[in-house]
């Protein structure tokens, strides 16, 4: 069965510090892989995703990851931090055997330090 | 274009009480999802609807119904709520975008329940 892994369910950087979190997948074939980010009281909103149209994937406000399937990871890195980077962060990937159900990393907090 | 709504944003019930989940999604997408949230959980599927007329169970069914009453809307509801039932709700909804060939999933705002 398809999975992913997030390394770290909480990360703390500095403000202008670069951006780093972990998510390793388990699967066969090149799944379909996302980046939600959630912010306090609100809901998930799509940060990214891979759907293998290019290794290096760009997303909304500065994030980008990198689907690397000799590691099978695909890790969140943004370049300077900010603010209002704050919230949580799920890595996510859909299984080959069903084109619409999702499976949910536990998450990582991102704090940011001053 | 709205998205995934859904109502109320918070609601507290009574042990025992009823009520009903509202969702809706202006996208056309086919599939709809509804999911809750407890701290150190992460997010755990309820019920899904794969199209318009079907539904199918998540993990964590029991103590809920749903009815797909339309492509719009996927509603949520609550027989006889009990406190392990207070969560954060969420509702989602899947299409293809272009070029893709699987789908991706948006996610309504959430709905906090407590359930005293």
């Known amino acids: ?114 | 274009n709205a998205g995934v709504t859904q109502t109320p944003k918070f609601q507290v019930l009574k042990t025992g009480q009823s009520m009903t989940l509202q969702c809706a999604q202006d996208m056309n997408h086919n599939s709809m999802y509804w999911y809750r949230q407890d701290p150190g959980m992460g997010l755990r599927l309820i019920y899904y609807s794969a199209s318009e007329g079907t539904t199918d169970k998540g993990e964590v069914p029991n103590g809920y119904n749903v009815s797909r009453l339309n492509k719009r809307e996927f509603s949520l509801r609550l027989e006889s709520a009990a406190p392990s039932q207070t969560s954060v709700y969420f509702c989602a909804s899947s299409g293809r975008d272009r070029g893709d060939y699987q789908e991706t999933q948006y996610f309504g705002p959430g709905t906090r329940l407590l359930v005293l």
Request: glycine fraction near 6%.
């Open chain 1, 1 to 114: 069965a398809q999975s992913v892994t997030q390394l770290g369910s909480h990360v703390s950087v500095s403000e202008g510090a670069l951006v780093l979190l972990r998510c390793n997948y388990s699967s066969s074939v090149p799944p379909y892989l996302f980046w939600y980010v959630q912010y306090p009281n609100q809901g998930l909103q799509l940060l990214l995703k891979y759907t293998s149209a290019a290794t290096l994937v760009k997303g909304i406000n500065g994030f980008e990851a990198e689907f690397k399937k000799s590691e099978t990871s695909f890790h969140l890195t943004k370049p300077s931090a900010h603010m209002s980077d704050a919230a949580e962060y799920f890595c996510a990937v859909t299984p080959w055997s069903s084109a619409s159900k999702i499976i949910f990393g536990s998450g990582t907090r991102l704090s940011i330090r001053p």
